[in-house]
């Protein structure tokens, strides 16, 4: 069975622009979940979609921003990039949302 | 503070050694307690999955988790050069059917031949 697969690997952007990043979970698994991973704070938590509806929601700012179509593929906006943002992207596919399977991440720099 | 509470390391040990990775909590609600591995410039996956108190064997790992104490522990075993990543605990409390995991900022481990 294919793993959850991540586009695109690595992504340099400017201050102000936006981003999309792109999520393709493990075949069946319907909750997809974003995390934002920094050397400083670690794994955090941005959203869960489930079934298309967004289900959970960390504490990031509405720049964030998230969507999951009928297939289960998920992306992530990032709209005004700030320096701050700089950071890996994972994505994570569950069955139920208790064990996470994590894609290779989009690792985004913003100069 | 935060919720949960890991040593970044490094932490650097010899081929063979037994390695101990620990996380403290605060939130006694927390049911379901995880380890990832993560290797440098990858996902984290999956290591051990354990559910209340108690010891959980998988070959060469050992989790143990003690709610009394809001501790938890991984033991690798004969630690190999390939055991060399960062480790990730994770525990999530099961709450309106979502079980998103808190994670602690992990432990980077060496393992020198």
Redesign the interface.
Known sequence: KAGVTQTPRYLIKTRGQQVTLSCSPISGHRSVSWYQQTPGQGLQFLFEYFSETQRNKGNFPGRFSGRQFSNSRSEMNVSTLELGDSALYLCASSPLSDEQFFGPGTRLTVL | QKEVEQDPGPLSVPEGAIVSLNCTYSNSAFQ?F?W?RQYS??????LM?TYSSGNKEDGRFTAQVDKSSKYISLFIRDSQPSDSATY?C?M?N?SGG?????????TSLIVHP
């Open positions: 379901y995880m990832y410039r990858k996902g984290p996956e999956l999955y990730l994770a999530s099961p979502s079980y998103i995991p808190t994670f602690g900022r992990g």
